[in-house]
């Protein structure tokens, strides 16, 4: 064993500044000294008494056996450097020792510096790497100079382990904290994460809060998003609710200069967001300076996390708002109509008010005007409504409104939309049909109210003029039954259940038949016979009455090919079809396609259409009525005199025929029926037109319209409609 001279204390002295900082009033660095000689103890304390390194003083531990040494570390957990002999109670009695240290105890931050009395023995490289030793050396080489270099860099080498693992905790922990608070979907849940986070971090005890401020809208309030447990009565309040006048005061400032303020009390962070300005308050002063730039990390990655959090508000706000008026959407109005189910504070009554004739100010003046409408419309329910009432738009023109039976009633909404909107500096006097529900009825759910005031808003829509209807079991029943009809209706089109009967229409000139109308005929499986009164309403409610129309007019098309194969040429036949028909941009086109490919002649071929088909958009219908005019289709006008308006357009349709209604046909016996008839026979003349009078059953009518100059009868005074080979042994029964 070697003692150190004392010329190494000045040289050391001199050589290595970093060694002699002092004053900094700490822990020291924790050594530990292990050696089976008592006296390699005293002399190692004595040659390193009064040494500082990297600012700190050295304190020492003493062990005087390889287990020693370990029972010693397993006690402390900060001991930096061990100065390991290696030869003690046996030969390896150091290496098993360090093997213990590393691979048990997983010491990996300690440094470890063997020394050996018996210079010459080394031991193998593969054991100095394997067990991250420091250093080794004889202990004769370790004079006080040198054992000082050799602490040194062990010590350097120590703290930038300690730093590295610090910076992986800071690190791995900002991960976690980030992942987690992107998890979280609530904002009060959001900002207590916040503050454990911050605090584990810190490594304080959680006491502080988050508050938060939209710096886009003007003049709000900071708000309290939460906090550890006593901030989470303020969650979601102002911030001047809180009983705490100095954390209002620290967070205001925060937000307001826009940076950290931190004090000897308390700590209050700022989290920029384009948004969002938020501070994080801490009721105590962590150690931010060890932080680093982690802390700006973390900052920076609560301000993502809140982008997040505030997207998925906003989200939640628009998924349930409509964003034109800003009311609930249909959503939102569901969401209210569940409360409504479960409360009945809420009110008894839900109204959906519907505008009439929306869509002609949607296309006619544009959707500008349309949405300005929709927007006045809003105010106006607002207005009337707002204080006392849930407002709603349902879709494009329904509004839906849950309050009580006297605010919600249909006088109430008649007197609202008694008086114009005022809209682009226009007056819109504004038509609506309103379906209620009451709270009596047996809505189990929003949906389900919601469904019901549709029904009675579809009730109320039959009516021709603007109406209201209360929702009534009934109407769900007639529902149920038409929505039975409807499939079996598909059913029964598809299983070819579907026929076309023929009337024939007679000329009064020569008593033989010119022509004949195609009816529909639905014989169900159960072979009942379902009037077409009944089942055309349904087909064109549900859209197949488009599908079922095709079908008509090739069936039609068929059966006049079919005459002409016998050699029949003089007898038309006409169909009747539907306004969804031609809705349908194609119609026009697909009926003359399928003109042509039965190779039918055009002017056999006849179409029946109504005055409502013609009033839906006249037009168009009149373009459409050209264009099959020219292919040489013949249009009769049905029902003639049972719509309401169509003599100013009368003499610009190409139409050739016109059918006097069988209601003015059957009240003929009285003097205003006749009269009646008379009138319409005589319009239908002037404008050159031929003239059929449907529903003729006597005699009598048949002279009075022979007197009048109609032109050809359809009724049951000759014949009823019948299949189409009847129709063919009819024919040929006529009169040569
Ligand atoms: P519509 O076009 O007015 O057809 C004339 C109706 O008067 C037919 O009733 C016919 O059977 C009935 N009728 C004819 N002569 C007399 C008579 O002397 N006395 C009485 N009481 N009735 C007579 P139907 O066949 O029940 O058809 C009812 C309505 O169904 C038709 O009225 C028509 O609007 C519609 N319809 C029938 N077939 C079709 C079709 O293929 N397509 C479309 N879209 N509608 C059709
Ligand atoms: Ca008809
Ligand atoms: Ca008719």
């Known amino acids: 064993m070697n003692s150190t001279g004392n010329d190494d204390i000045f040289l050391f002295a001199e050589e290595n500044e970093e060694a002699c900082l002092t004053s900094i009033d700490e822990y020291g660095w924790h050594i530990l000294i292990v050696d089976d000689d008592k006296e390699i103890h005293t002399v190692t304390q004595l040659a390193l008494s009064g040494v500082r390194i990297l600012g700190k003083p050295l304190l020492f531990g003493h062990a005087y056996s390889g287990k020693d ?40 931050d300690t440094r470890i510096i063997l020394r050996t009395g018996q210079p010459g023995y ?187 959090i505030t997207l998925i508000k906003e989200l939640k706000i628009t998924a349930f708002t409509d964003k034109l008026t800003g009311l609930q959407n249909r959503a939102g109005f569901i969401k209210s109509l569940n409360k409504f189910i479960e409360q009945p504070s809420l009110g008894d009554t839900v109204v959906l008010v519907d505008i009439c004739h929306f869509s002609e100010v949607n296309h006619g003046l544009s959707q500008e005007i349309g949405n300005q409408l929709l927007k006045a419309c809003a105010d106006r329910l607002q207005d009337e409504y707002g204080e006392s009432c849930q407002i709603a738009r349902i879709n494009a023109d329904v509004f839906g409104i849950i309050g009580s039976a006297d605010k919600v009633s249909p006088e109430k909404i008649e007197d609202t939309f008694s008086f114009p909107l005022l809209v682009a500096n226009q007056r819109f006097p504004i038509y609506v049909n309103s379906g209620f529900y009451q709270r009596e009825t047996t809505a189990q759910t929003g949906l389900q109210v919601l469904k019901y005031a549709d029904i009675a808003l579809n009730q109320a829509k039959q009516s021709h003029a603007p109406s209201f209807a209360y929702f009534d079991e009934a109407f769900e029943q007639k529902m149920a039954w038409r929505l039975g009809m409807v499939q079996q209706l598909r059913a029964d089109f598809q299983a070819g259940r579907l026929q076309l009967w023929l009337q024939p229409q007679i000329s009064l000139d020569t008593q033989k038949a010119t022509g004949c109308e195609a009816l529909l005929r639905w014989k169900t499986e159960q072979g009942n016979m379902i009037s077409p009164d009944i089942f055309i309403p349904i087909a064109e409610h549900s859209g197949l009455i488009n599908e079922i129309g095709d079908w008509v007019i090739e069936e039609a098309c068929r059966h006049i090919k079919q005459l002409e194969n016998r050699g029949i040429h003089n007898i038309n036949i006409s169909v009747n079809v539907s306004i969804a028909q031609f809705r349908d941009p194609t119609f026009i086109s697909k009926l003359c396609n399928t003109i042509d490919l039965f190779n039918v002649s055009p002017e056999q071929f006849g179409l029946e259409i109504t005055e409502s088909i013609l009033m839906d958009n006249p037009k168009v219908i009149i373009e459409s009525l050209n264009t099959l005019k020219q292919h040489g289709i013949n249009i009769s006008l049905d029902d003639f005199g049972t719509g309401f308006s169509s003599l100013s357009y009368l003499n610009q349709l190409p139409i050739t025929t016109m059918k006097v209604d069988r209601s003015f046909i059957n009240e003929m016996d009285t003097t205003n029926g006749e009269v009646i008839v008379e009138t319409i026979l005589a319009l239908g003349q002037k404008l050159n037109l031929i003239t059929i009078a449907e529903g003729v059953e006597t005699q009598e009518q048949i002279n009075r319209l022979t007197e009048l100059g109609c032109n050809i009868i359809q009724g049951y005074f000759y014949a009823k409609p019948m299949p189409f080979d009847e129709f063919q042994a009819y024919l040929s029964q006529q009169p040569s």
């Open 69 to 108: 040494s370990v029972e010693y570390l397993k006690s402390h957990n900060d001991v930096a450097i061990v100065l390991m002999d290696v030869v003690m109670e046996n030969d390896n009695a150091g290496l098993d020792a360090v093997k213990q240290i590393r691979d048990e105890l997983h010491r990996d």
């Open 122 to 308: 080394a031991p193998e490289e593969q054991v100095v790497q394997e067990y991250d030793i420091n250093d080794y050396k004889t202990k004769t080489e370790l004079t006080r100079n040198k054992l000082v270099t050799t602490l040194i860099s062990a010590l350097r080498s120590y703290k930038q382990i300690c730093q590295i693992k610090q910076n992986h905790f800071y690190l791995e922990h900002i991960i976690l904290a980030s992942t987690s608070l992107q998890q979280q979907h609530q904002i009060n849940q959001f900002a207590k994460l916040v503050i454990e986070h911050f605090c584990l971090l810190t490594q304080i005890l959680p006491d502080g809060l988050l508050a938060i401020k939209n710096t886009l809208a003007e003049k709000t309030p900071i708000i309290v998003m939460g906090g550890s447990q006593k901030y989470q009565q303020y969650e979601n309040q102002a911030l001047e609710l809180i009983d705490n006048d100095r954390i209002i005061r620290q967070v205001s400032l925060c937000i307001n200069q826009k940076q950290n303020i931190i004090s000897e009390q308390d700590t209050t962070l700022f989290i920029n967001n384009q948004k969002y300005q938020a501070a994080l308050y801490i009721n105590a002063t962590p150690n931010l300076a060890e932080l680093g730039s982690y802390i700006e990390i973390y900052l920076a990655n609560i301000s993502i996390a809140l982008d997040n």
